[in-house]
């Protein structure tokens, strides 16, 4: 499988490119911003987009789902719980001072354990709320791969003092949810370098108490 990892926007929210070799489809997720950085991966790989994928409604997450929609006609999926917050993409883009973007249709609301494709592969969703009320985590089991969104990062986890945000919550959901994973995990945080679970079972801080 093909994945590239493209830091976008003044924030630098890892978007991800997965891509199948064999029917060149792709699914992006995250198009937080950069939107021509995407379309040069995609097109160095003769990729189509088959699906957008959003892993919370913050507008670095967010941000050029629309445009990417419009573009590619392709759908996007992301947990009705952060519906509310996509519709606050203004005082988002008000508080970090950056242009309001577009705010996107959500054409696809994506529960607990459901299973997106791509070609042969299967991403599952699990639903990690903490970090926001919607957010999730894709978990790619052939390809031993997690993007994490903001819940869980190399040495950190997720902010929570945002509205919808909840300090507790983002623990049980990273003790139930992905610390169950097996500890040679790759994981593509929401932001900054990647890990593995093992790594971060072993030695970040805010999982001490887990
Ligand atoms: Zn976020």
Do not use: W
């Not at 592969?121 to 639903?127: D, G, T, W, Y």
């Not at 990690?128 to 190399?154: F, M, N, V, W, Y």
């Amino acid at each position: 499988m093909i994945h590239e990892v493209i830091p976008v926007g003044p924030l630098q929210c890892n978007c991800s490119i997965l891509g199948d070799e064999e029917t060149r489809t792709a699914l992006v997720v995250d198009p937080g911003d950069e939107l021509g950085k995407i379309q040069e991966v995609l097109d160095r790989h003769r990729l189509r987009v088959s699906g957008i994928i959003i892993t919370h409604a913050h507008i670095d997450h967010i941000g050029a789902a629309a445009r990417l929609r419009r573009q590619t006609q392709a759908p996007v999926y992301m947990n009705e719980n952060d519906l509310a917050l996509r519709a606050q993409l203004a005082m988002q883009a008000q508080l970090l001072g950056m242009e309001e973007p577009e705010e996107t249709e959500i054409d696809i609301t994506l529960q607990d354990a459901a299973t997106i494709e791509l070609a042969a592969s299967k991403l599952i969703v699990l639903h990690t709320p903490g970090h926001t009320q919607g957010s999730i985590s894709l978990h790619l089991p052939a390809e031993k791969k997690l993007l994490a969104g903001d819940t869980l990062c190399r040495d950190s986890i997720g902010r929570t003092d945002l509205p919808g945000g909840d300090g507790h919550q983002i623990l049980v959901s990273i003790r139930d949810k992905l610390l169950t994973l097996d500890d040679d995990t790759e994981v593509t945080p929401g932001h900054g370098p990647a890990t593995t679970i093992g790594r971060e079972r072993e030695f970040n801080y805010f999982l001490r108490t887990l």
